[in-house]
């Protein structure tokens, strides 16, 4: 049953917009008097039929390393048919509580990772991205098995400009009033250096970390940061160490792929359903406001609008 007194939030701003037009004309018809009145409440109530329905809650993108991952997150949401594909790039599509989410593996390498984000923005609008996978730590602060959330991504060998270790490109992270899961809760937030090749010997590890002054390395974040960037959404990025990128990184990394379970799916799909309401929605324009708020007049009454 939809009530006068529809939380703001919960409009669409299709249904915002229908308020704000529908409003004006219930002012024009009931300036008439008598049966104008009349007939502005019956407008007014199919108006309403039409207006108060829950808003489209906002649209995720998930971009992951690892499958395990994938089927974790699937197994948490409910699957919107088959996977959809936009050119080579096979896209899941979920639903997570409100959220729609759209989500696909980003591929080994910066390009690749380019490519699948490429693929799927331009296809689907989206008001966050999330992306979790595994790095390799290149100091002793970033210890195997830890989670960490990227703040910062550095192009690996760039040496000026934008993702230059003076220039790193910067990432978004969770606010505060976003409720977390334990493993993501008081994360540190990291710089993370990105490339093509996989790190895997001791002097590759301490030439990288000293020109990029990162603690992280990973092959996909820089391709993530670009196409958020072209497309001017914000990017979150979780990483968990699943090597030191030294010289037993590659048998490190092996044994990892063989023992991890998904978690970060896991988590990711209860961070995804408990995200508050889209800031997009109809109660965040002043104008449609006035017209879905309730308003005290002097005798008590309510009325909408002014």
């Not at 829950?54 to 499958?67: H, I, M, N, S």
């Not at 603690?215 to 958020?228: E, P």
Request: proline share 4%; hydrophobic share 45%.
């Amino acid at each position: 049953m939809c009530s006068l007194f529809y939380y703001p939030s919960q409009l669409s701003l299709k249904s915002g917009l229908v308020f704000l037009e529908g409003g004006r004309c219930f002012r024009r018809i009931a300036s008439w008097g008598g049966r104008g009145r009349a007939l502005a409440w019956a407008f007014a109530g199919v108006l309403l039929s039409f207006a108060c329905q829950p808003a489209q809650a906002d649209t995720v993108a998930v971009l992951l390393a690892l499958e395990a991952d994938m089927k974790t997150l699937g197994a948490q949401a409910t699957v919107l048919g088959e996977p959809s594909l936009v050119g080579t790039r096979k896209i899941q599509r979920l639903q997570l509580g409100p959220h729609r989410v759209h989500a696909a593996v980003m591929g080994s390498g910066c390009v690749e990772t380019a490519v699948t984000a490429e693929a799927l923005l331009a296809r689907y609008r989206c008001d966050w991205v999330f992306s979790m996978g595994p790095a390799g730590g290149l100091t002793d602060e970033a210890a195997v098995g830890e989670w960490f959330a990227v703040s910062e991504c550095v192009v690996a060998g760039k040496t000026g400009g934008s993702g230059s270790a003076g220039t790193p490109f910067k990432l978004a992270l969770a606010p505060t009033q976003w409720n977390l899961p334990a493993m993501m809760q008081s994360l540190t937030p990291l710089r993370l250096v990105a490339g093509e090749t996989f790190i895997q010997s001791n002097s590759a590890r301490e030439g990288l970390a000293a020109s990029s002054q990162a603690q992280l390395v990973d092959m996909n974040t820089h391709g993530l940061a670009v196409a958020c960037l072209n497309h001017q959404v914000p990017l979150h990025v979780w990483r968990l160490v699943s090597d030191r990128a030294d010289d037993q990184a590659s048998a490190a990394f092996q044994e990892f792929t063989k023992s991890y379970q998904g978690e970060g799916g896991t988590a990711l799909a209860e961070v995804i359903r408990q995200l508050p309401a889209s800031p997009k929605a109809a109660g965040s324009y002043q104008g449609i406001r006035e017209l879905i708020e309730p308003r005290t007049r002097g005798d008590g009454e309510g009325e909408v609008g002014r």
